[in-house]
C-alpha cells in the first residue's frame, strides 16, 4: 500500500496547528501602521513618507548589523525590524531630519532589542527606546512643528547633514497639547478627531487610530484588555480630575483625542512583547499607562506622557506579570 | 451553530476546525476478518497473564489471558482461530512488549460463543466489579483505564452524579458520535447499570452540540421523569477532558491532584457504557470497537467495527489504502493521539481513531521567539502559564517548574496548538515532566 520510497514522519502531538504565525501577525500591524502612515501623508505632505523611509533604513540596518545568534537565524523574516523602524517614524514631527529618524530606528533596534536578545526578549518597547533616544538627544528637532505648506513641499531641515539641524524655512506652530499647557487653550474636539492638528505623524487623527484599533483588536492581533483598560483609566482619572479642577484639567475627550495617547495605545502599549501576557496583568498595566498619562499631562513639565508612561509600566511589567500569575485550575490562588 | 455562547463549557481552551465531516454520516461498517491477530497483555492497567499456550485453539470471545491484580483486565480472542505465538511484538508506542499472536481459522464462520449473561442487579459490588473486570473492559475514550476500578469507590466518598463523556473534542474522531447515533439504548443501558451500582442520583450526558443527531437520539432513550440529563455543551477543545466536562456541568472544579469522585462524579465514556451493556446483556466480553479511519490520506474514511487486535495496515487497507502523499500516521486524535513509526501494529482497546495526514497539515512552520502574546495562557484549561514552562523547560529548571504546578499540566497541547511562534510548548512540558518523574524515583531509592 505505501511504497518503500515514501518517507514518514515522528513527531508528537498536537499535529494540527492554527493558521496564525508571528510573521503574519507583524505583516497586519505592520499594514495598519502604514494605513497611519499614508494618514499622515494626507495631513503633512510627501515629507511623512521620506521619515518613514529613513527610519526604517536605520532599524533594518541595525538588525542587519547586529544579528543576535539564534539557532534559527537571523529575526529579519519575521518582519519584526520594519514594524519598529515604521512605528519610530509614526512618533516624529515632520520636520525632523532624515538622518535624525534613520538614527531613531538605528537605536530603536539596537539598544531597544537586539542588546535584550533579540525578539521577545527586550523590557522596554523597541520603538519607544528609539525615540526616548531621540527625545534626550535632540529636544529641539523633536518638538518642533511647522504646520504643511503643500504635498510636495519639503521643509528645510529634511536634508539636513548628519549632525546638523538645517534651517527651519518656517515658522513653527504649538501642537494641542502644549497650547493646553502653557496657554490653556483648547482645540476645538472636531480638529483633533479627525486630525487637522499638528503633531507627530502617527498622532493626529484619532478618528483613523480608532479604527485601525477597533480592526486589529477584532481580529485578535493583540490583547484586547491593553488598550480598554488604557482609555477606561484616562476617562476615570482624567475625568475624575475634570469634575474636581475644571478650570486646571482638561476634559477627558480632549485628553482623549489629543496627542499620542490613541497612537501609543493602539500601536505601543499593546506590544505583546513589553506588556504582561497574564490577563489579569493586561489590565494593571493598561490601567497604569492611562493614570500615568493624566498625571503626566496635567501635573507634570512636560506636555506630552504617553511615552514615559508606556515605557514606566514596561519597566513594571515584570513584576505585574509576577504577582498576576493565574490560579491554576482546581486550586487556590497561589500566595 | 446558534448562539454557542448561551451553552454550558469549562473557561479557556480553543476551537480547532473539527474536520468530523467526512465522517460523521456514515454509518459504522465491520471490519472484516484477517489473517493474524496481535493482542498486548498490557491494555490498561498491569499486563495481564496468559491463559493459553502455543498451539491452543480458541473460540471468538474465550479469555485467553486474565486480569493480574486490581488495576488489570482480562483479555479474549477477537477470532476464533490458533495461538501462534506468546512473545515479543511492536506495540504502537514503539516499544517491543509481550502479546499473544492469535492465527485466525479460515474456515470458521466467526460466530461468538457468548459466555453466561449476568443480571446486575442479583450481584453485591464487588461480584459487579470483578465481573466487569473479567469482561475486560476498559474506557475507550482513549486512555484505556480499566473501567472496574472506578466502580469500586469507598463508602465516605457518595457518588452523586453519573457522568457520561459523549463530547468528542478531538478533531476527525466521530467513533463516539456514531455510537450514541446507532446504539443509544445501549449506551443508556449500561449507564443505568452503572449509575444504580454506583447508587448515583443522577445520569449526565455532556455532548458537543456538534452532534445535535446524537442529542436528539439519546434524549428520546430517556424516559419520561428518569433523572437522565443530556446537556449540550459549547464546541471547544479539551471539552472531553473529564475535569472540565465536569466544570462544564456542574461548575465545579476538581481540586488539583484528585478525582472525580472527590466531588462526588463517576465520569465514563459512551462507548464504554456500550460496552458494559454487552457484557452483561448478551455475555460478549470486550473484543472489538469502533475506530474511525480518517484524515487528508486515506482514500476512504469510514467508522469501522474493529476486532482488538487487528493490524492497521489491513485496517487502512480496509478503508481503500492512503494517498501516496500521506506523510505521519497517526493513532487517536489529532491533539493527544501519537504518531505511528510503523503501521504494523495493532489496533488497541483504547485506539479511537486511525489517521492519515500529509505533508500540509503535518509540515511545521520554523519557530520564532516567544512574544509573549498570552494567547497559551487564554489557552490553558487548567490556568497554568505555558510560555512560562516552556521557557523553564529549555533550561532545565525543575524546581520552578513544580513551583509553577507543571505537573497539573493534562499535556492537552492547546498551548502549541494556538502559539502563533510554532513554539512545541507541550511537546517541552512533556519533557520535563518526565524528567522530574525520573528525578523523583531516582531520589526515592539512593
Known amino acids: ?335 | 451553530m446558534n448562539l454557542p455562547f448561551r451553552l454550558q463549557s469549562f473557561r479557556h481552551g480553543v476551537h480547532p476546525d473539527d474536520h468530523k465531516q467526512g465522517t460523521e454520516h456514515l454509518v459504522v461498517e465491520h471490519m472484516p476478518f484477517v489473517g493474524r491477530y496481535v493482542l498486548p497483555l498490557g491494555q490498561g492497567g498491569k499486563p495481564a497473564k496468559p491463559t493459553v499456550t502455543r498451539g491452543q485453539r480458541v473460540r471468538r470471545g474465550e479469555r485467553i489471558a486474565t486480569a493480574d491484580g486490581f488495576v488489570s483486565t482480562s483479555l479474549h480472542a477477537p477470532v476464533d482461530g490458533t495461538i501462534v505465538d506468546l512473545g515479543r511484538h511492536r506495540h504502537p508506542n514503539g516499544d517491543l512488549v509481550d502479546c499473544i499472536e492469535i492465527e485466525a481459522d479460515a474456515f470458521s464462520l466467526q460466530t461468538i460463543v457468548p459466555h453466561a449473561t449476568v443480571d446486575p442487579d442479583t450481584l453485591d459490588v464487588d461480584n459487579f466489579v470483578a465481573h466487569v473486570q473479567q469482561g475486560g473492559i476498559v474506557g475507550l475514550g482513549g486512555a484505556a483505564f480499566p473501567a472496574h476500578v472506578k466502580y469500586k469507590t469507598p463508602a465516605e466518598k457518595p457518588v452523586r452524579h453519573f457522568v457520561l463523556n459523549g463530547c468528542e473534542c478531538e478533531p476527525f474522531l466521530t467513533c463516539d458520535h456514531r455510537t450514541m447515533v446507532e446504539r443509544p439504548a445501549e449506551v443508556l443501558r449500561g449507564a443505568r447499570i452503572i449509575a444504580k451500582k454506583l447508587g448515583a442520583t443522577d445520569i449526565h450526558i455532556g455532548v458537543e452540540h456538534n452532534k445535535p443527531d446524537a442529542i436528539a437520539a439519546l434524549r428520546a432513550q430517556v424516559l419520561p421523569g428518569e433523572a437522565i440529563h443530556v446537556t449540550p455543551l459549547e464546541v471547544k477543545y479539551p471539552q472531553g477532558a473529564e475535569k472540565m466536562l465536569i466544570k462544564a456541568l456542574f461548575g465545579q472544579e476538581v481540586p488539583a491532584g484528585k478525582l472525580p469522585l472527590d466531588v462526588g462524579c463517576v465520569v465514563n465514556n459512551v462507548g464504554t457504557m456500550v460496552a458494559i451493556a454487552d457484557w452483561f446483556d448478551r455475555g460478549i466480553p470486550l473484543i472489538e470497537r469502533v475506530v474511525t479511519v480518517s484524515g487528508p490520506g486515506v482514500r476512504r474514511p469510514a467508522n469501522v467495527r474493529v476486532p482488538l487486535g487487528t493490524p492497521v495496515r489491513d485496517l487502512l487497507a480496509h478503508c481503500a489504502g492512503t494517498v501516496p502523499e500521506t506523510r505521519e500516521f497517526v493513532m487517536g486524535g489529532p491533539m493527544m493521539g501519537s504518531s505511528l513509526a510503523s503501521i504494523d501494529v495493532p489496533v488497541l482497546k483504547g485506539t479511537s481513531g486511525v489517521l492519515a495526514f500529509t505533508a500540509a497539515e503535518t509540515a511545521r512552520g520554523n519557530e520564532f521567539g516567544c512574544l509573549k502574546c498570552g494567547r497559551c495562557l487564554d489557552a490553558c484549561a487548567n490556568f497554568l502559564n505555558p510560555s512560562v514552562l516552556a521557557r523553564l523547560s529549555r533550561h532545565g529548571e525543575f524546581d520552578a517548574l513544580e513551583a509553577n504546578f507543571v505537573m497539573d499540566c493534562m499535556e492537552c497541547g492547546a498551548c502549541s496548538f494556538t502559539c502563533p511562534s510554532n513554539i512545541p510548548i507541550v511537546q517541552l512540558i512533556r519533557v520535563a515532566k518526565s524528567a522530574i518523574r525520573d528525578q523523583k524515583r531516582k531520589e526515592k531509592k539512593p
Open chain 1, 1 to 335: 500500500m505505501t511504497g518503500r520510497s515514501v518517507r514518514t514522519q515522528l513527531q508528537a502531538a498536537p499535529f494540527l496547528h492554527t493558521t496564525l504565525t508571528t510573521p503574519r501577525l507583524m505583516v497586519e500591524v505592520l499594514l495598519c501602521a502604514l494605513v497611519a502612515a499614508l494618514a499622515a501623508t494626507w495631513y503633512f505632505g510627501l515629507v511623512a513618507l521620506l521619515v518613514v523611509l529613513a527610519a526604517t533604513l536605520g532599524a533594518v540596518a541595525a538588525e542587519w548589523l547586529l544579528p543576535v545568534r539564534l539557532p534559527r537565524g537571523s529575526t529579519l523574516r519575521d518582519g519584526s525590524a520594519v514594524l519598529t523602524g515604521v512605528l519610530v517614524a509614526l512618533t516624529l514631527p515632520p520636520a525632523i531630519p532624515l538622518w535624525m529618524a534613520a538614527l531613531g530606528g538605528f537605536v530603536a533596534i539596537a539598544l531597544g532589542k537586539q542588546l535584550f536578545g533579540g525578539l521577545g526578549q527586550n523590557l522596554f518597547n523597541p520603538a519607544l527606546v528609539g525615540r526616548a533616544f531621540l527625545q534626550a538627544a535632540f529636544p529641539t528637532a523633536i518638538t518642533t512643528w511647522v504646520p504643511p505648506r503643500g504635498f510636495f513641499d519639503v521643509p528645510g531641515t529634511t536634508f539636513a547633514w548628519p549632525f546638523l539641524r538645517g534651517q527651519l524655512d518656517g515658522l513653527s506652530t504649538a501642537t494641542p497639547l502644549s497650547q493646553m499647557k502653557f496657554d490653556h487653550i483648547a482645540t476645538p474636539l472636531w480638529d483633533l478627531f479627525v486630525g487637522d492638528v499638528p503633531g507627530s505623524l502617527g498622532e493626529t487623527s484619532a478618528l483613523v487610530l480608532l479604527l485601525l484599533g477597533l480592526w486589529l483588536g477584532l481580529r485578535r492581533a493583540f490583547d484586547w484588555r491593553i488598550p480598554v483598560a488604557v482609555l477606561l483609566a484616562v476617562v476615570v482619572v482624567g475625568g475624575g480630575l475634570h469634575l474636581v479642577l475644571p478650570a486646571r484639567n482638561p476634559s477627558p475627550l480632549f485628553l482623549l483625542c489629543s496627542g499620542g495617547l490613541l497612537f501609543g495605545t493602539v500601536f505601543m502599549a499593546t506590544d505583546p512583547v513589553s506588556s504582561p501576557t497574564t490577563p489579569r496583568g493586561a489590565w494593571a498595566f493598561g490601567a497604569g499607562i492611562g493614570a500615568l498619562v493624566v498625571v503626566i499631562r496635567n501635573y507634570g513639565g512636560l506636555p506630552e506622557g504617553v511615552m514615559y508612561a508606556i515605557l514606566l509600566m514596561n519597566a513594571a511589567s515584570p513584576l505585574i506579570e509576577r504577582v498576576t500569575q493565574p490560579r491554576p485550575f482546581g486550586r487556590r490562588r497561589p500566595a
